[in-house]
């Protein structure tokens, strides 16, 4: 079994930056994608970032600029920083993996933007 764990979150001042890392254990035999979604209350997952195993980032245009997505190979780990947060950025982050074959999620980390 696979799991990943995820650190960091919380409350974050307006204009604030955040910073997430997620790592994978478990019985690990490969390691696609790695990336962060977001759930607001009552709506699906939206994606934040998504990096490719060579270190290529995507991002869709409401987090272009602002988040930086990143990954060790080495530590089985992703990480996100988010520059000048805002109020619209409160949501539960989850970190996303595809490993050996199959989606993974983390359980989910809180970020409140407020003053």
């Known amino acids: 079994q696979v799991q990943l764990a995820e650190s960091g979150g919380g409350l974050v001042q307006p204009g604030g930056s955040l910073s997430l890392s997620c790592a994978a254990s478990?019985?690990?035999?490969?390691?696609?994608?790695l990336g962060w979604y977001r759930q607001y209350p009552g709506k699906g997952r939206e994606m934040v970032a998504l990096?490719?195993?060579?270190?290529?980032?995507h991002y869709p245009e409401s987090s272009r600029g602002r988040f930086t997505v990143s990954r060790d190979n080495a530590k089985n780990s992703v990480y996100l920083q988010g520059n000048n947060l805002e109020p619209e950025d409160t949501a539960v982050y989850y970190c996303y993996g595809l490993i050996n074959d199959q989606v993974y999620w983390g359980q989910g980390t809180q970020v409140t933007v407020s003053s």
């Open positions: 990096i490719t195993p060579t270190g290529v980032a």
């Open positions: 478990g019985n690990i035999f490969s390691i696609y994608n």
